[in-house]
DNA sequence: AAAACTTTGTTTAACCAATATACAAAGTCG
DNA sequence: CGACTTTGTATATTGGTTAAACAAAGTTTT
């Protein structure tokens, strides 16, 4: 059944319009917001009480005045409750506890020794108690938990397939939520990392935006027009398996010369020379003491990771491209060679109003992202298309 | 300024949903409409005597009875106005008159000898002009003319760059209002031929589907969610210069390997050994009666076609690839080997829900849907996300 | 300092679209 | 022929937005 049109539903639209609006724009007064939506002041003024008695919007004192009444001003109250945004990675676990507005709390993290499920289910559920605890007082207390995985996670919240976990439709969110009753979102690690540095990094005001993950494998979260793209069942940017040489070498998906072989942590194994380490961390700080094996390899990697971003490019193409994950510690290697692969083999047009980034949020921003998504899922958002 | 809720819309909401509802289910009484929509039947009744009295909807006579009395079937009223769609090629213009419905009433072709704007532009608006001429009497006239064109188009209807027309900021549209004084929509022509076949081919129901238009070049048409993916800046789905062989030859565009060198007209200059035509009608004539090279050719071009699809296929997830343009024509040939490298280089999941196939409408694609372009943006069409 | 003007935010009455309910119209079936 | 079904319309109610008037709380001018 199709989504009809009633008062009520005229009411959620206006309200999500002016909740999203003060929480974006703080500073701002009823008059200001009936003036920037185009709403009657009095919707506004309506609309806005029933949020303050939801706890969600505060009136805090009065503001500059330009001839008249001083205007009361009104903030979103992030702190009327709290989410957890988790990543879980291959070896770690590491999450926050952010109020509403993405700040961060309090953070964890542990190793994890294996991937079997019962194992990683209950080091994440006793990190989650962990973080519960911590919880300051609030309203409504914590009101969602967002996870990102490294796999495909289909819209039920299915852990569909973790090739480095050895994870094949895992329900994790059905698990999660049957632990601890609160809403759980599960997403795909780069999905949320693109929502992170979306939200709280290099991506304000920004409509089509890729975030790349480079790590053990390469992962891309897509946002198109401010929302995150996954694909007809969910589980779009796979492009780590994008092909780049046709006949290149054998990958384990079955296809071959794919973008990741090349430009991610797998491309260690197929170095010319002996590399002085094989974990990026290390590998890093051999670079940064000179030596020459880690800055060349750094430097080709940065090459292919143009190539493959090229055709992310041409097909996406999108305002801006994050570069996150692990990888992009390796920025001052990869940078030069990257850009100017990208410069040389882009449209003319593309590169006109294209960016192209490392994380701001560095590796939090998957677990940030994670918590937006759980904290959006609290707050509701309803809007129209023309 | 952003949208907000009033009660002029959701009743814009609800005609839309109505009417949009009856032009895809013809057949339908209101009694129908009311369950399929979840309105009340009192709204429904309101709404369609206004789609009524607009000439949009027809009463045209009684169904079958279960029981009760016989409801009153209500069609679209497709002959209330008339549309043209056109497409724009190097060497050809084509175009059709149909009625609101897509449904072809006159078809128009003419060659074009040469690329000069003044030139082309004569013989588009003479097109038009003979359609519109022969357009039948219909309460709404000609309400919208769409044009699919050769390269990228921005949101107001310029054509920034067609590199096989050598135009560059040419502001197609206005030039064609300026004329004629009717809306029109100006497009890609893979953007086009993709909602052509959503509409009117093999995408009944898809949500996520890709065209791909392979000719003297590769271009994608990228619907998500049932709409036309433009991309930024509107001109999305270059990925025809998809680079698939990282040091492969280098491409006009200025990087190396691009995917339409090996999978397009193109790569006819690639051949390995002498080919017996260079133009696609007369090699598809060769490969019929059963010369080799021909084969040959078209067997190496499938086994890159589906290299290209496949990356595709990871980074978008589409439910449904159509493969268009002159190209297609040549399935028997390309099919194959298309379809062998796809299955052995997808990932598991992505194979499950996909469908490759080919145009059903073939060459008519772009202009049918340049029409439906046009149609559409004449009903109007306004909902609801949540 | 008083009067005039400005700006903010609330109150009031009017409007209008969807809805539930009742009802009329037009059929089927035993 | 009477009981039941189904379709489509009429009526009163509900509940949201809005324009306009107004109250509150400032600043500026005289």
Redesign the pocket.
Known sequence: MKV?????L??KI??SLILHTIRKHPEL????ISEMT??????V?????ELQEEQLVLEVG?GE????????ILHFHAMAGCVIGMELRVKQLTAVLCDLNGKVLHEAEAPLQQHDLPYVLENMKTMISGLIAKAPPTHYGVVGIGVGVPGMVDEDGVVLFAPNLAWEKVELRKLLEESFSIPVIIDNEANSGALGELNFGRGEDVRHLLYVSAGSGIGSGIIIGGELYKGSRGYAGETGHMCIEAEGTPCSCGSRGCWELYASEKAYDLAAVELPAYQTPELIRFAAEGNAAARQQFAVMGTYLGIGLTNLINGFNPELIVIGGPLSEARTWLEEQMQQVVARRTLPYHKQQLEIAFSTLGSRATMIGAGFSAAMHFLGHTRVMV
Chains 1, 2 share one sequence.
């Open positions: 009809t049109g009633d008062q009520a005229v009411k206006n309200k007064s009823r008059a200001r185009g709403l009657n002041k009095a919707t003024s309506n609309l806005v009480a009065t005045s330009s001839g008249g009444r001083k205007p009361l």
